[in-house]
């Protein structure tokens, strides 16, 4: 089984800012919601655990699985928002707000990366776990866990981009021999 967890809260999730690339550590209540789903998966023993190379995200690994160094790849990174990063959500530019309001059918703005390139990349993470066996924990981000989902659900048409993923929240995926199933969200073990 598969588990994906987008990190805990940090001050800039508080703030309401496009956090990206920033390494920000988590905040009190970011620790308080990686240790409740600590306790939503403390029956499952996980064979490998990988992360994001962001702090946060690396935090919230080692809260969920302490016995376990997190394994970090490259491709578990945020979306790079490029010159939007650090800016507040209540005062986006225009071109930002377009892409936000229709991600299927408005491109990201320049500099921003594509959707399509963390569909690419999470693609690769996933093609290269796939035969991993046991339970596998990955910790990443909203948009990185969106490109996730959407690339193991090629059926969606694009919708997990306009779903909001909150803190701490999980989706779990059957992998069997080879063959990761459509992911849904994580309810109990």
């Not at 490998?48 to 995200?57: G, H, K, N, Q, W």
Request: glycine letters at 10%; hydrophobic letters at 40%.
């Amino acid at each position: 089984m598969i588990f994906i967890i987008r990190h805990g809260k940090t001050e800039l999730n508080r703030a309401n800012v496009l956090q990206g690339r920033s390494n920000q550590s988590l905040n009190e209540e970011g620790i308080l919601q990686a240790q409740a789903a600590a306790g939503k998966l403390s029956g499952v023993p996980f064979s490998y655990v990988f992360s994001s190379p962001l702090i946060r995200a690396v935090q919230t690994a080692k809260i969920l699985v302490p016995a376990q160094k997190p394994i970090i790849d490259e491709r578990l990174i945020e979306m790079e928002y490029g010159p939007y990063e650090g800016l507040g959500l209540a005062h986006l530019p225009p071109e930002v707000l377009m892409f936000f309001s229709d991600f299927i059918h408005n491109p990201a703005p320049e500099g921003m990366e594509q959707l399509s390139s963390v569909v690419e990349r999470a693609g690769s993470f996933l093609e290269d776990i796939r035969n991993l066996p046991g339970n596998i924990l990955i910790s990443t981000h909203a948009i990185a866990m969106k490109g996730l989902l959407e690339y193991l659900t090629p059926v969606s048409g694009g919708s997990y981009w306009g779903r909001f993923i909150g803190n701490c929240e999980i989706y779990t995926a059957e992998n069997e021999d080879g063959r990761i199933g459509i992911p849904i969200p994580f309810e109990s073990v």
